[in-house]
């Protein structure tokens, strides 16, 4: 299999403006395809929700894991592109969306990470993947 080169997400339109004109600098999500991620690697940014499709990238400078998306501000400060507010948003709606449960134990509770990032550039024109993007995000390979 070919190597892996970095990482896309989808970050809905409204979110895109504050990587590009905004500075921010840091992207925080629950911890989904990260394991064979490593600093110097690529994130693209996909655009969901409206003019979908590869709108830009950044090298990855650092990760960070960890159980509470809301350390990331004591961490990074203002450069994380959601506001604590949205972030505990999430976590509320990610906690009502763990469905009728089939065991009886409590759900695995997923971390999260947060991706420094660096040389963020917009691209000139919207690219179509040529794979879909699916919420978790996918690996890019070479």
Do not use: C
């Not at 695995?108 to 690219?127: C, F, G, N, Q, S």
Request: glycine share 6%.
């Amino acid at each position: 299999m070919s190597e892996i080169t970095g990482v896309t997400f989808p970050v809905p339109k409204h979110y895109m403006k504050r990587f590009f004109k905004d500075g921010k600098t840091v992207f925080i999500k629950p911890a989904t395809v990260f394991k064979d991620l490593r600093s110097g690697m690529k994130l693209v940014f996909y655009q969901s929700h409206e003019d979908t499709g590869y709108v830009g990238e950044a090298t990855i400078k650092r990760i960070v894991i960890d159980n509470d998306p809301l350390a990331f501000f004591a961490t990074f400060g203002d450069a994380v592109f959601l506001t604590r507010e949205e972030a505990r948003a999430y976590v509320e709606n990610q906690e009502r969306w763990q469905g009728v449960r089939v065991r009886k134990e409590a759900p695995r509770k997923r971390p999260w990470m947060a991706l420094e990032l660096e040389d963020i550039r917009k691209y000139d024109t919207v690219k179509k993947p040529e794979r879909f993007v699916p919420v978790g995000g996918r690996y890019l390979r070479e």
